[in-house]
């Protein structure tokens, strides 16, 4: 594994397995200008607001109403109880909120897979707090 993180220039952390190891990856990308429990906090902020205000876009994806939606992005949030249609969404929604790409590397099939998540939904927002 060290040869492969090496050649993708990237460092293997461990996070929580708590459930929510996808949130704290990225709250560690966030720690350069918050701390640990407030980039969480942010996060899961960030996301419900996200998932809320644009709940039309993100029903598009999946096969479930926008209440529905929001009913399982809050229980994967405050519960962490992954339910496939909203937790797939969840890197998109994070994504589209801190308007970055979110890099995933996964293992399968011997080898690492990178999935470059884009924001999907451009708007104006005041990116000095990330």
Not at 84 to 95: K, M, V
């Given at each position: 594994m060290d040869d492969?993180?090496?050649?993708?220039?990237?460092?293997?952390?461990?996070t929580?397995?708590?459930?929510?190891?996808?949130?704290?990856?990225?709250?560690?990308?966030l720690n350069e200008t918050l701390n640990t429990m407030q980039a969480y906090e942010f996060?899961?902020?960030?996301?419900?607001?996200?998932?809320?205000t644009n709940k039309n876009h993100y029903t598009n994806f999946i096969d479930e109403d926008?209440?529905?939606?929001?009913?399982?992005?809050?229980?994967y949030l405050h519960n962490k109880i992954f339910d496939?249609?909203?937790?797939?969404?969840?890197?998109?929604?994070?994504?589209n909120a801190l308007q970055k790409p979110i890099h995933i590397y996964?293992?399968?099939?011997?080898g690492i897979w990178k999935t470059i998540v884009q924001p999907k939904i451009p708007r104006n927002i005041n990116k000095s707090h990330y």
């Open positions: 492969v993180t090496k050649s993708l220039n990237v460092t293997l952390v461990h929580l397995d708590d459930g929510h190891c996808f949130l704290h990856a990225v709250g560690l990308q996060l899961m902020k960030t996301i419900e607001t996200e998932s809320r926008s209440g529905r939606l929001n009913l399982l992005v809050l229980k496939h249609a909203a937790g797939e969404l969840i890197p998109q929604i994070t994504s996964s293992e399968r099939d011997g």
